[in-house]
Nanobody, 114 residues
């Protein structure tokens, strides 16, 4: 079955950087667009990055454009999200997902605090 496992979340100081990753298995990863979402406590889920296939076209909402960067490795079945210039408002649980398969991981916590 489809399995997505996020990792790499931790506490960082404002202005810091972090790379979080998602390992996929159980489906042909190369055929699907992958998204990263986040959900902060008490707020709605927000899409923060998307990468298509083939071609690896990326999309970011204005709230993170220029600070977040998504990439994928179709040989390792992984997708990563590089987050730079972190702000306290970036604190959330970050999830990777495959919308066309209605599949989501369990999430990884990113906390931005001094």
């Amino acid at each position: 079955q489809v399995r997505l496992v996020e990792s790499g979340g931790r506490m960082v100081q404002p202005g810091g950087s972090l790379r979080i990753s998602c390992a996929a298995s159980g489906f042909d990863f190369r055929r699907y667009a992958i998204m990263w979402y986040r959900q902060a406590s008490g707020k709605e889920r927000e899409m923060v990055a998307q990468i298509t296939t083939p071609g690896a076209t990326t999309f970011y909402p204005d709230s993170v454009k220029g600070r977040f960067s998504i990439s994928r490795d179709n040989t390792q079945y992984t997708v990563s999200l590089r987050v730079n210039s972190l702000k306290p408002e970036d604190t959330a649980v970050y999830y990777c997902g495959v919308p066309m398969r209605s599949a989501w991981g369990q999430g990884t916590q990113v906390t931005v605090s001094a």
